[in-house]
């Protein structure tokens, strides 16, 4: 079992271009949910994505956004990139409702310059 | 006031010696996690506790739901262990499915 796996493992971009970031959650996990991290921060949620829908979001505008695929996998997207995006990225997956435990990537560091 | 509080912000230890880290939570939860970072890496999944104790190597956490705390030991700790330990909870509330985070435990273990 390869765990959660994120891709890619770091990434940089300009402002105002966009991005697209990749996770697969671990077998048998159905549910993924999307946190950013600022460097010297705690981790703040951005989403959850259940049965291929949005199931929660926090407080991000609407430049991040993101999809879950039929075999749960997700992709997290942001546009119009600001330098304040530079953050590391962790995905989270968790099994079927009732059990609470989540696993975490490794993560993606994305920096905007 | 944040929900959830994690003692001390900062610790420095020798090798060797017993560590504990304590976290307290204001809210009803479902779950209680424990985690840990490394600098500049991701975060690995220690422990997820609802009730009593668990242990795994040279780690124990335990959990006491009428005191709305939690406590993380590392025994015989090891300079590898230097981290961030960081106290999550899942609150008990329906349609919330989103982790409530502590500020997290900078731990330092000198050989």
């Known amino acids: 079992d390869a765990g959660v796996t994120q891709s890619p493992t770091h990434l940089i971009k300009t402002r105002g271009q966009q991005v697209t970031l990749r996770c697969s959650p671990k077998?048998?996990?159905?549910?993924v949910s999307w946190y950013q991290q600022a460097l010297g921060q705690g981790p703040q949620f951005i989403f959850q994505?259940?049965?291929?829908?949005?199931?929660q979001r926090g407080n991000f505008p609407d430049r991040f956004s993101g999809h879950q695929f039929p075999n749960y996998s997700s992709e997290l997207n942001v546009n119009a990139l600001l330098l304040g995006d530079s953050a590391l990225y962790l995905c989270?997956?968790?099994?079927?409702?009732?059990?609470?435990?989540?696993?975490f990537g490794p993560g993606t560091r994305l920096t905007v310059t | 006031k944040n929900e959830v509080e994690q003692s001390p912000q900062n610790l420095t230890a020798q090798e060797g010696e017993f560590i504990t880290i304590n976290c307290s939570y204001s809210?009803?939860?479902?779950?209680l996690h424990w985690l840990q970072q490394h600098p500049g890496g991701g975060i690995v999944s220690l422990f997820m506790?609802?009730?009593?104790?668990k242990k795994h190597g040279r780690l124990i956490a335990t959990i006491n739901i009428q005191e709305k705390h939690s406590s993380l030991h590392i025994t015989a700790s090891h300079p590898r262990d230097s981290a961030v330990y960081i106290c999550?909870?899942?609150?008990?509330?329906?349609?919330?499915?989103?982790?409530?985070w502590g500020a997290g435990t900078k731990l330092i273990i000198k050989p």
């Open positions: 999550a909870v899942n609150p008990y509330m329906d349609s919330n499915y989103q982790l409530i």
């Open positions: 989270a997956s968790s099994s079927p409702a009732g059990t609470y435990e989540q696993y």
């Open positions: 077998s048998g996990h159905d549910t």
């Open positions: 994505y259940y049965e291929e829908e949005e199931r």
């Open positions: 506790l609802s009730s009593g104790k």
């Open positions: 809210v009803g939860i479902s779950a």
